[in-house]
């Protein structure tokens, strides 16, 4: 399974944390910085270490909550074409695609599947036409993504 740093130090500060209690109950001894301390110092210390952890925990749920529906990460393109639908919908005959037609629906599509982006069948003059729009879980993502680059 992939983790990403967030993830990697939460296990670290919890091997950590379980690593000094389990000292404590063996009875060993401590120092900090050169200077023997007691059982209950270690304690407050590990109370500090959890703080820690409770805090990053909960920047990691954060982190995930605000995340698309299936955690992977958009792609450039992906976030070039939600970044595009900020400006203008996209339906057939609109005046911009990605490569292809077929490519930009591709892609579309699979911001669709993520629910990033609602798709609408529309009518219009010729019939019905599908319209695809960028929705508030897409401006988050988007927002996300300009926030982790910067």
Known sequence: ?????AEQAIEQ????IRSEAYSIMEGQTHTLMGRPIDRLQVAELILEDA???????????ARKAAAPVNDKRLGRTQLSMLDALTRRSWYRGTAWVW???LETERILNSLVARKL???????????TYI????????RAALEASKAVAS
């Open 117 to 127: 982006v609602d798709k609408t069948e529309r009518p219009g003059s010729r019939g």
């Open 1 to 5: 399974m992939y983790k990403n740093q």
């Open 13 to 16: 500060k919890a091997r950590d």
């Open 99 to 101: 490569t292809t037609v």
């Open 51 to 61: 703080e820690q952890l409770v805090a990053m925990i909960k920047a990691e749920e």
């Open 131 to 138: 319209e695809y729009t960028i929705n508030a879980a897409g």
